[in-house]
């Protein structure tokens, strides 16, 4: 079975990671920065996991991105398929998602490799 790569990142603090597939969480999923009791969380804590995997839509979306990963390595050249989750900061949203689907992958029996790239870097102030 194919390897993938996922790399969670926050979109202030650098360059977007190459991947064949990219999810942009900044707009349509509420940011749990807002929240003064999760702001200087990070997805390491289960508050901020909870808040985010219970955000309506996020579960299809995470579901979405795994058939969409399946889909990638079943392509007759498909090598690593490497997968990057984006939100502002990097520290909430996107590697909350990034967790969340490295568990269904690797339940599906995918190697999967998690990479929380901005996670931590300090919190960006609004």
């Not at 969409?68 to 990097?90: E, K, W, Y």
């Amino acid at each position: 079975m194919a390897a993938v790569e996922i790399v969670s990142f926050g979109y202030l603090h650098g360059a977007l990671p190459e991947a064949h597939l990219t999810l942009d969480l900044r707009h349509h999923f509420r940011d749990p920065h807002v929240s003064p009791e999760l702001r200087y969380m990070t997805a390491h804590d289960k508050a901020v996991r909870d808040a985010v995997l219970n955000t309506s839509g996020i579960a299809d979306l995470i579901e979405a991105a795994a058939r969409a990963v399946v889909a990638f390595t079943a392509g007759p050249s498909a090598g690593t398929v490497r997968v990057a989750v984006g939100c502002a900061g990097g520290r909430h949203r996107a590697p909350t998602a990034a967790m969340a689907l490295a568990d269904l992958l690797t339940r599906a029996g995918y190697a999967v490799a998690v990479d929380h790239r901005d996670i931590g870097e300090p919190v960006v102030q609004r």
